[in-house]
C-alpha cells in the first residue's frame, strides 16, 4: 500500500522578495488522501499550483512514479496524469459544460480542422450520468449553473481521465454539505482506485475525518508529514503555529471593561444579496471582530460602514449624528478602512510608497493656501512610514514591488498618518508572515489602549479570539451569534455558529 | 429542462430583433410611405447592409477577445485597391479581385496580431498607429488615383454574387466559431485570459489567429465594397477611420446577442436594421452631412443599451 | 544563510538601479530626440529652419493647449479622440458670436467645448462605456454637424479676428494657461489624485477620491480648454471649413507620445511630456515637410515613430492584461 507515487525534492519559489516556498520535500503514496496543512501564507498553494502547470517551478523536482515532471500549464500537468479543483471558479463562463469539460483536450474530437460537437456532447453526457450529475447537461452553457454545479463539472473535469493525483485545493469551504458528501464520495473512489488525492483544507476535523497522512507546512517551510489517527486537533494547531500561542502574540488581558461610549452605530443596514438587515454598536476602546465563512456577507459589512457599499440601505451613525453615506465622508470623520482586497482596494500598486500614505491627508499637507511642497509630503511620509517599519530604500520606490505585509504597512501608515479613531481592518494579516502579523496586532493592542476603536474582520479564528473584546459571527448575510471575550472560548464555539 | 431554456433564449433573441426591423420599418413607412419600405426596397436594403455584415462577422472574433481594432477601415481601402490594381493592371480578373482582397486583408490582420502580441500594447493604441501606416501605403500603391473596378468584374455588386459571397462567408464564420478549437479558445480567451492560460491555451497564437480572421474577413468585405461602390480612393489622415463604425456596430448586436447563444444572426439582422434606418433617414431627405451625425449617435445608443452598467465597475 | 540574504538584497538593489536607469533613459529620451531631430533637420535643410522658426511655431499653440487636456485625461487612463470636432464645433461657435462680441466669442467657444466635454464624460463615466468608444462615437457626430453647418460655404469669423492675430498674444495665452496647469498638476491635489486614478482607480476611490465626479470633470475640462485653444485657431484661420479641426486627435496622441507619456496613464506621467511632446511634433512635422517629403510619406513616418515611441514607453507592469 505504501508504495511511493509522487516525490516532492528541495522545491523553492520566490515572489519578488517573499519567499513562499522554501527546500519542501516530502513523499505522497498511492493510494492515500494527503492532506496538506498550515496557516495563509504557509504555501500550500504555491506548491501545488506548481505541481499542476500554474505557476512555474522556481527550483526543485517533482519526481511522480520515478519520472521527473515539470509541467507548464494544466493541459500538460493532466497528460503527466496529475489535475486540480482548484479554490476560486475554474469554469469558463460563455463556453458549453462538454467544451469546459474538454478544454485543452478538445483534439479527440477534431477530424480534419473540424471539431465534432456532437460526439464531444456524447462522450461528456456520458461522464456527468457516470458521475451521478444527470441534472447539468452538456450542451448547456456553462452561465446557467450555480457555483455549486459549476464546481460539479470541475470534478468531472478534472477526473474522468483518472489522473495518478488529484489536487483539491480548499473547494470544501465553498460547497453545501450536500456538494461536500459528493466530493468526499469522488475523493474514496479515487484513493479506493488506487490514486492518490492532495486536499488542502482549513477545517482540520475534515481533515482529520477524511485523510490518511498529513503534512504541514508554515510560512514556506516543511515541518513534518503525520499519520492521522496518531494526532489530535491540538496537536496540528501547534505544528502550524508553531509555538504555543502565547500572550505576546495576541493581546493577553481579560476581563478589561470596554467603555460604554458608542463611537459608531450601525442600524438594519442591507445591501442586496450580501447582507441583510445588520445593526450594531461600536464602543469606544473596543476590538469588534466579525467572523464567518467567506461568502457570509461579513467582508460587505466593512465596505458599508465606510460608505463604500452600493445601494446600502439602513443607517451608519456616527456619535455626533453623523451619517456615513460615502467614503469622502467617512474619511472626513476620521474612519479607516483596509480592505480585503489590498492590491487593488488599499494600495495604489503603481504609485510610490510617500504617495500612497500621502493620499487622504493631501488636504491637511496643502493647507490653506491649496499648494502642496514635495519637502513636506515626503517628510510626512517617512515619518510614518518609519513608524510602521516598512522595509523600503525610500518612500519614491513603487508600493508594487513590496511584499504583501510590507504593502499591509504602507496602507496601515496612510490611516495612522491621517490619526483615524474608527478603523476597519478587513482580513489584516492575510497572507503576512508571522513577523509582521505580530506587529500588526501589537499595533491595534496600542491603538485600543489609545481610546482607538476597532473593526476586525477575518477568516482566521484564532485571531478573533485572540484580538477582540467581542466577536460577531455572521451567516448567510445575517448576524447568527455573538460571543464576548473570555479565554476559554474556541474556535469549535465559533464554528458551530457559522456553518 | 435545460435545453428548453436555451431554444426559448434563442428564440427570445430572435423576437427582439425582428420586433426591431419592424418597428424601424413602420416608423419611416409612416414618416414617408411613397418613397421608402417596398418589399424591392427592403432587399435593396439587405443587400446593402450585406457588406458591413461580412466584416462585422470577423471583427467579432477580435471583438469577443476584448480586444479592439482602429485599422478596420484602413485594411478594407488597403485590400480593395490591392484586389483592383490585381484584377486590371496584372489582368487576374476575378481570381486577382478575390484573392487579392482576402490575401492583403489576412496580411493586414497578421501584422495587427504580431504587432500588439510582441509590444504588448493594447490593440487599439496599435492599430491606430498601423492604421496610419497602411492608408499610406495604399495611398502609395494608388497612385493618388481613383482606382475603379471594370463593369464587368463586378459580380459582386449584385444579385446574387453579392448575396452568394455574403452567405459563403457567415457560413465560414459559424463554422469557425462552433466546429472548430478557435471558436471554443475565443470564447475562453473573451471569458477569463489567465484560466484560458493556465488550461494550456496559447493564448497569443489563438489572438493573432483571431486578428487573421477579422483581417481576412474585412478583406471580402473589401471585395463587396468595391464591387457596390465600382471604385475606391486612398485617403490619408485617418479618414479611413468612417469605414470603421458600421462594422463596429454589428459587432456590438453580436455581444449583446452572444447570451441567446446566436451572435451571428444578431449581427446579420442587426447590420439590416441599421440599414433600414439609413435608408430611412435618406428617404425623409436628410442632408448627407447628417448621415455621420446619425451613425455616431446610433453607436453610441446600440452600445448604451447593450452595455450593462454595473455598479464599481472599472472602464477605462 | 548570512550571505545569502545579502545576495538578496544586491539582487534588489541592482534591480531597482536598473529600473531608476531605465526611468532616467525615458525622461530623458523625448528631450535628446528634439534636440537631435531639431538640429538635423537644420542641417539637412541649411538651416531654413531656423529662419523659418515663427511659421513653424504657428502650428504648435493650439495643438499644446489642447494637448493639455487630454493629458490630464490620459494621466487617469481614458482616451479622448473626439478633441478634433470639439475644436471644430468650438471654432464655429467663435466664427458665429464674434460678429456680436470677441469676448462673448470666447466664452461661447469655451462653453461649447465643455458641453461636448460633458456629453462625453456622461457616457463614459456613468453608462460605463469604454472612453475610446464613447470619443470616436462623438467625434464622428459632431464631426457631422461640422460637415453640416460648412455644407454651402465655411463660416466665416467678424473681420475683427485677424486683429488679434499676433505671435505675443497666443504665445502669452499659451504659456498662461500651461503655466496654470503646471502648478495644478505639480503642486496641487489635482495632479496626485489623477495619477492615483490612473495608477490604481479602486484603490484611490478607497482613499477618499470621488473617482466619477473627478472623471466627469476632466472630460468638461479637456473639452473647455481646447473650446479656448478654438479661439486660437479661429483668428490665426478666420474661417472654419468642413474639415476644421480634422485630426487634431491624431496629432494629439501623437505628440502625448513622441513626449514619453505612458499609454495608461498612472504616476509615470510628467507635465513635460505635452511641451516636449507638442515641439518634437511639430518640429518633425515641418522638417519633413520642408525636406519636400509627401503627405503620404509624412504619414508613413508618422506612424513608424509612433510605435515605437509606445512601445518605448508603455508601462507594462501596471496592466495585468493588455486588450
Redesign the interface.
Known amino acids: 500500500m505504501s508504495e511511493v507515487r509522487l516525490q516532492v525534492k528541495n522545491l523553492c519559489k520566490n515572489f519578488g ?1 517573499t519567499k513562499a516556498v522554501q527546500n519542501v520535500s516530502f513523499n505522497v503514496n498511492k493510494g492515500e488522501v494527503h492532506a496538506l496543512i498550515g496557516e495563509n501564507g504557509s504555501g500550500k498553494s504555491t506548491l501545488t499550483n506548481m505541481l499542476t ?2 505557476y512555474s517551478i522556481g527550483s526543485g523536482t517533482f519526481i511522480l512514479d520515478g519520472k521527473e515532471i515539470h509541467p ?5 500537468a493532466n497528460n503527466e496524469g496529475v489535475s486540480i479543483i482548484v479554490q476560486e471558479l ?1 469554469t ?4 458549453t459544460v462538454a ?1 469546459n469539460i474538454f ?2 483536450h ?2 479527440q474530437f ?1 477530424h480534419f ?5 456532437n460526439a464531444m456532447n456524447k462522450k461528456a453526457t456520458e461522464l456527468l450520468k457516470k458521475y451521478g450529475f444527470d441534472r ?2 452538456a ?3 456553462i ?2 449553473y450555480n457555483f455549486e454545479d459549476r464546481k460539479l463539472v470541475e470534478i468531472v473535469k478534472a477526473t474522468y481521465f483518472d489522473p495518478k493525483v488529484v489536487v483539491i485545493d480548499e473547494t470544501t469551504t465553498a460547497l453545501s454539505q450536500e456538494g461536500r458528501e459528493e466530493l468526499y464520495k469522488h475523493m474514496e473512489r479515487i484513493r479506493k482506485s488506487g490514486n492518490t488525492v492532495i486536499f488542502i483544507s482549513h477545517d482540520l476535523p475534515e481533515i482529520l475525518d477524511k485523510s490518511d497522512t498529513i503534512t504541514i507546512l508554515r510560512d514556506g517551510v516543511y515541518i513534518d508529514t503525520v499519520k492521522s489517527k496518531d494526532v489530535t486537533e491540538e496537536d496540528l494547531k501547534k505544528l502550524m503555529v508553531g509555538r504555543e500561542v502565547t500572550g505576546d502574540y495576541y493581546r493577553s488581558d481579560y476581563g478589561e471593561k470596554v467603555s460604554d461610549e458608542v463611537v459608531l452605530s450601525v442600524k438594519n443596514v442591507t445591501v442586496p444579496g450580501l447582507i441583510e438587515n445588520v445593526s450594531f454598536d461600536l464602543h469606544k476602546g473596543e476590538i469588534l471582530g466579525f467572523g464567518g465563512l467567506s461568502e457570509s456577507g461579513m467582508h460587505e459589512i466593512g465596505k458599508a460602514v ?1 460608505g ?1 457599499s ?2 446600502r440601505e439602513g443607517a451608519v451613525t456616527l456619535a455626533d449624528g453623523t451619517q456615513i453615506n ?3 465622508t ?3 470623520n476620521s474612519i479607516a ?1 483596509t ?1 480585503k ?1 489590498r492590491d ?9 510608497i510617500g ?1 500612497n500614505i ?3 491627508s ?2 491637511e499637507l ?1 493647507g490653506k493656501s ?4 514635495d519637502k513636506k509630503r515626503k517628510e510626512f511620509a517617512d515619518k510614518y512610514a518609519k513608524q510602521m517599519s516598512v522595509k523600503m ?1 525610500d518612500v519614491n ?2 508600493v ?2 513590496l511584499s504583501g505585509g510590507n504593502k499591509q504597512k504602507v496602507v496601515l501608515a ?1 490611516w495612522i498618518g491621517k490619526d483615524s479613531d474608527i478603523v476597519v481592518l478587513d482580513s489584516p494579516t492575510r497572507g503576512i508572515d508571522i513577523k509582521v502579523k505580530q506587529d500588526i496586532y501589537q499595533l491595534m493592542n496600542q491603538m485600543r489602549k489609545n481610546g482607538k476603536s476597532i473593526i476586525m474582520i477575518s477568516e482566521e479564528l484564532m485571531e478573533l479570539i485572540g484580538m477582540c473584546d467581542r466577536i460577531i459571527i455572521m451567516k448567510d448575510g445575517k448576524v447568527s451569534g455573538q460571543l464576548d471575550r473570555n479565554k476559554d472560548l474556541n474556535e469549535n464555539s465559533l464554528i458551530s455558529m457559522m456553518v | 429542462m435545460g435545453t428548453t431554456k436555451k431554444i426559448s433564449g434563442k428564440a427570445m433573441g430572435y423576437v427582439i430583433l425582428i420586433g426591431l426591423v419592424i418597428l424601424s420599418w413602420a416608423i419611416f413607412k409612416i414618416l414617408t410611405p411613397h418613397n421608402f419600405g417596398s418589399f424591392s426596397n427592403m432587399l435593396n436594403y439587405f443587400q446593402a447592409s450585406l457588406i458591413a455584415t461580412v466584416g462585422a462577422v470577423g471583427f467579432y472574433f477580435v471583438m469577443v477577445m476584448g480586444m479592439f481594432d482602429f485599422s478596420i477601415g484602413a485594411n478594407i481601402m488597403l485590400s480593395a485597391i490591392v484586389g483592383c490594381v490585381f484584377a486590371t493592371r496584372f489582368n487576374l480578373g476575378y481570381f486577382g479581385l478575390i484573392a487579392g482582397c482576402i490575401i492583403t486583408g489576412a496580411i493586414v490582420g497578421t501584422l495587427n496580431g504580431l504587432f500588439y502580441v510582441k509590444l504588448r500594447i493594447p490593440s487599439m493604441i496599435v492599430t491606430t498607429g498601423l492604421a496610419l501606416i497602411y492608408e499610406s501605403v495604399a495611398n502609395y500603391i494608388a497612385g493618388g488615383v481613383e482606382q475603379t473596378l471594370p463593369s464587368n468584374l463586378r459580380a459582386f455588386g449584385q444579385m446574387p454574387g453579392d448575396i452568394i459571397l455574403a452567405l459563403v462567408a457567415c457560413a465560414v464564420a459559424y463554422i469557425f466559431l462552433n466546429y472548430t478549437k478557435i471558436g471554443t479558445y475565443t470564447y475562453a480567451i473573451g471569458s477569463d485570459e489567465f484560466v484560458a492560460k493556465n488550461m494550456g491555451i496559447n493564448v497569443n497564437k489563438y489572438k493573432v489567429l483571431a486578428f487573421i480572421l477579422s483581417g481576412a474577413f474585412l478583406g471580402v468585405m473589401a471585395i463587396l465594397t468595391i464591387s457596390y461602390g465600382s471604385s475606391m480612393v486612398a485617403v490619408t489622415g485617418m479618414a479611413s477611420m468612417s469605414r470603421n463604425f458600421i462594422p463596429t456596430m454589428g459587432c456590438f448586436f453580436g455581444l449583446a446577442f452572444k447570451k441567446y447563444g446566436m451572435p451571428l444572426p444578431a449581427i446579420i439582422i442587426g447590420e439590416f436594421v441599421i440599414n433600414i434606418i439609413f435608408f430611412g433617414f435618406i428617404a425623409l431627405g436628410a442632408p448627407t452631412a447628417i448621415q455621420d451625425v446619425i451613425t455616431g449617435l446610433a453607436l453610441l445608443i446600440i452600445i448604451t443599451v447593450t452595455t450593462k452598467a454595473t455598479k464599481g465597475e472599472i472602464v477605462k | 544563510m548570512g550571505s545569502q540574504v545579502s545576495v538578496k538584497t544586491n539582487d534588489k538593489e541592482q534591480q531597482l538601479k536598473k529600473a531608476s536607469k531605465m526611468s532616467l533613459i525615458r525622461s530623458l529620451l523625448p528631450i535628446v530626440g528634439l534636440v537631435v531631430i531639431f538640429l538635423l533637420f537644420n542641417v539637412l535643410t541649411d538651416f531654413r529652419m531656423m529662419g523659418n522658426l515663427s511659421l513653424v511655431f504657428s502650428q504648435i499653440y493650439v495643438t499644446m493647449i489642447a494637448a493639455m487636456g487630454v493629458f490630464f485625461i490620459m494621466t487617469m487612463g481614458g482616451l479622448d479622440f473626439s478633441q478634433g470636432s470639439i475644436l471644430g464645433i468650438s471654432s464655429i461657435v467663435v466664427c458665429m458670436l464674434s460678429q456680436k462680441s470677441i469676448p462673448l466669442a470666447i466664452i461661447g467657444g469655451i462653453v461649447s467645448g465643455a458641453a461636448i466635454g460633458a456629453l462625453n464624460g456622461y457616457f463614459y463615466v456613468f453608462r460605463k462605456i469604454k472612453s475610446f468608444i464613447v470619443t470616436i462615437c462623438t467625434m464622428f457626430l459632431f464631426r457631422g454637424f461640422i460637415k453640416y453647418l460648412t455644407t454651402n460655404a465655411p463660416v466665416a469669423g467678424s473681420a475683427k479676428l485677424i486683429n488679434y492675430d499676433s505671435t505675443e498674444l497666443k504665445i502669452a495665452c499659451t504659456v498662461v494657461i500651461l503655466l496654470i496647469g503646471f502648478v495644478a498638476f505639480r503642486y496641487t491635489k489635482f495632479g496626485t489624485y489623477l495619477k492615483a486614478i490612473g495608477a490604481g482607480e479602486k484603490a484611490a476611490m478607497f482613499s477618499g477620491i470621488r473617482t466619477d465626479k473627478m472623471k466627469f470633470l476632466i472630460y468638461v475640462l479637456a473639452g473647455a480648454i481646447t473650446g479656448f485653444a478654438a479661439f486660437i485657431n479661429v483668428i490665426k484661420v478666420g474661417s472654419v471649413t468642413s474639415s476644421g479641426g480634422n485630426q487634431l486627435e491624431t496629432q494629439i496622441l501623437i505628440a502625448l507620445v513622441l513626449g514619453g507619456m505612458p499609454i495608461s496613464g498612472g504616476a509615470k506621467v510628467r507635465f513635460e511630456n505635452i511641451i516636449v511632446g507638442s515641439l518634437l511634433y511639430v518640429v518633425l512635422n515641418s522638417g519633413l515637410t520642408m525636406m519636400g517629403f509627401s503627405t503620404q510619406m509624412m504619414q508613413l513616418i508618422q506612424g513608424i515613430v509612433f510605435l515605437i515611441f509606445v512601445a518605448v514607453f508603455a508601462d507594462r507592469e501596471s496592466i495585468q492584461v493588455i486588450k
Open positions: 522578495i502547470g500554474i507548464k500549464n494544466q493541459v500538460e475554474g469558463l463562463s460563455g463556453l467544451e478544454l485543452g478538445e483534439d477534431v480542422g473540424i471539431k465534432n460537437t447539468i447537461k450542451a448547456d452553457m452561465d446557467n465606510f463604500a452600493y445601494d460615502s467614503i469622502p467617512a474619511i472626513k478602512y480592505s482586497d487593488n482596494e488599499s494600495v495604489v500598486l503603481n504609485q510610490s504617495d500621502c493620499l487622504p493631501l488636504d496643502a491649496h499648494i502642496l511642497r530604500v520606490q513603487f508594487s514591488n496612510r
